[in-house]
């Protein structure tokens, strides 16, 4: 089984976080550690499980510091 998770800026649409370890998060900042601004980003989500199957699931979420 896996996970890979996305973060994506609405406004430039390019992918400012990712992770692939079920222990792994987005904690609000950029892939170089640098805070990312409040506002709104959207997230996908891609986890395959033992029988192969795979889920996805996308959405938006608000950032407030």
């Known amino acids: 089984k896996s996970i890979?998770?996305?973060i994506i800026d609405?406004?430039?649409e390019k992918?400012?976080?990712?992770w692939s370890r079920f222990e792994d998060s987005w904690?609000?900042?950029f892939s170089n550690?640098?805070?990312?601004p409040e506002g709104y980003?959207?997230?996908?989500?891609?986890?395959?499980?033992n029988d192969d199957q795979t889920v996805?699931?996308?959405g938006l979420v608000e950032l407030r510091r």
């Open 4 to 6: 890979e998770g996305m």
């Open 41 to 49: 980003y959207y997230y996908i989500f891609k986890y395959i499980g």
């Open 27 to 29: 904690n609000g900042k």
């Open 15 to 18: 992918i400012i976080y990712t």
């Open 10 to 12: 609405t406004k430039t």
């Open 33 to 36: 550690g640098n805070d990312a």
């Open 56 to 58: 996805e699931k996308k």
